[in-house]
């Protein structure tokens, strides 16, 4: 079975960081990308970042460029979510998620995702 765990999360103040934490286990983690999005109250579900499953390449939404850093340890089956100067508007549940087919690149569109944890809640005050 497989699961992802998201820790990490909490309150923190505009400019601030955090750093998320998604565990996988029960599938060969080395073998697929791994993308984060987020969910604010009342709004649709979002593409973040993600990260090709060898981790050589990444691709972050505008909103997010140059403040987040997605990585990846492929022996501790973990992606990471590095958030700098964090912005009121950054406020939400962060998911992780797998990709749908081994060996491809990350989408950005959550239908190209497969798995998901429960994901870990950020707020950031102003």
């Known amino acids: 079975q497989v699961q992802l765990v998201e820790s990490g999360g909490g309150l923190v103040q505009a400019g601030g960081s955090l750093r998320l934490s998604c565990a996988v286990s029960?599938?060969?983690?080395?073998?697929?990308?791994m993308g984060w999005f987020r969910q604010a109250p009342g709004k649709e579900r979002e593409f973040v970042a993600t990260?090709?499953?060898?981790?050589?390449?990444?691709n972050y939404a505008d909103s997010v460029k140059g403040r987040f850093t997605i990585s990846r340890d492929n022996a501790k089956n973990t992606v990471y979510l590095q958030m700098n100067s964090l912005k009121p508007e950054d406020t939400a549940v962060y998911y992780c998620?797998?990709?749908?087919?081994?060996?491809?690149?990350?989408?950005?569109?959550?239908?190209?995702?497969?798995?998901w944890g429960q994901g870990t809640q950020v707020t950031v005050s102003s």
């Open positions: 998620a797998r990709a749908s087919t081994a060996y491809g690149g990350g989408g950005i569109s959550p239908q190209q995702y497969i798995n």
């Open positions: 990260i090709t499953w060898s981790g050589g390449a990444t």
């Open positions: 029960g599938m060969p983690f080395s073998s697929y990308a």
